[in-house]
């Protein structure tokens, strides 16, 4: 089939979190992302466009077409598209698990979303089920967040909104809130409870003041070289290994 006018300006329009947020549509590329959304059912699909050399199973019931490479450019984001493009449709809005036994993952204001991306990956390796972020934190479904994700964003269960009120919520819900910041205390003398929220700031701006009230202890990552800091994404790594741990450690 040849796409018409209107569905190539649609999918390109995609690229823009304006035209997402009025669609309700994102868009996911390449094969290891567009198999794994197959597999999984968090995310309904609204349809995929394929090449001739994409030589993965469809299911029946998703709507898909066949695309020249050519049209494959056209509708694509990516410098070299890769075979398979998904347009997905977002997800229902779902409540906050106060009741989860585990760390949960606060953002503040996080907004490169190759970070982002990268922090949910890491998440999901370290087996965090929940990341909150502020309402100005980058879009989840910026396609960069999502190639940076590796898929990650099926997996981890993801809300946007006003951190004052889900940190005390949080709190009243017995988790002990934790934020990273200069002059805590060394993270590998830190215990953490198994129901803790971790505060991550922005690398320019760190913890916003009007959260801080709210935060029981910050922690620090010690430093033993010269490198001036961390970049969110790898110190949220730090964090939640340390987490796991010595949670492992006492289970």
């Known amino acids: 089939m040849s796409l018409s006018k209107n569905e190539i300006k649609l999918v390109k329009s995609l690229q823009i979190k304006k035209y997402r947020d009025l669609n309700r549509l994102f868009v996911v590329e390449g094969v290891k992302?567009?198999?794994?959304?197959?597999?999984?059912s968090h995310f309904k699909i609204d349809g995929i466009f394929y090449t001739k050399d994409f030589d993965e199973r469809i299911p029946s019931h998703i709507h898909s077409f066949e695309i020249s490479d050519n049209e494959l450019e056209r509708i694509s984001g990516l410098k070299n598209p890769n075979r398979v493009l998904a347009v997905v449709k977002y997800p229902t809005e779902t409540p906050i698990?106060?009741?989860?036994?585990?760390?949960?993952l606060i953002l503040d204001n996080v907004n490169d979303p190759g970070n982002l991306g990268t922090i949910i990956r890491t998440a999901d390796w370290f087996g965090i089920k929940?990341?909150?972020?502020?309402?100005?934190?980058?879009?989840?479904?910026?396609?960069?967040?999502?190639?940076?994700?590796?898929?990650?964003?099926?997996?981890?269960?993801?809300?946007?909104?006003?951190?004052?009120e889900a940190v005390q919520?949080?709190?009243a819900n017995g988790y002990e809130v934790v934020g990273a910041a200069l002059g805590g205390e060394n993270l590998y003398q830190t215990a953490f409870q198994k129901k803790t929220a971790l505060v991550m700031g922005s690398e320019s701006h760190g913890i916003s003041p009007e959260l801080v009230p709210y935060i029981s202890k910050m922690i620090l990552i010690p430093q033993f070289g010269e490198t001036e800091s961390l970049n969110v994404a790898m110190a949220s790594g730090i964090i939640l290994s340390h987490y796991k741990r010595e949670q492992t450690a006492t289970d």
Do not use: C, H, W
């Open 130 to 164: 929940q990341v909150i972020a502020s309402v100005a934190t980058v879009d989840l479904f910026n396609p960069k967040v999502i190639q940076s994700s590796m898929g990650a964003v099926y997996r981890v269960r993801f809300y946007r909104t006003k951190l004052t």
């Open 97 to 104: 698990d106060l009741d989860e036994d585990n760390l949960v």
């Open 33 to 40: 992302l567009v198999r794994e959304l197959i597999e999984q």
């Open 169 to 171: 919520e949080l709190k």
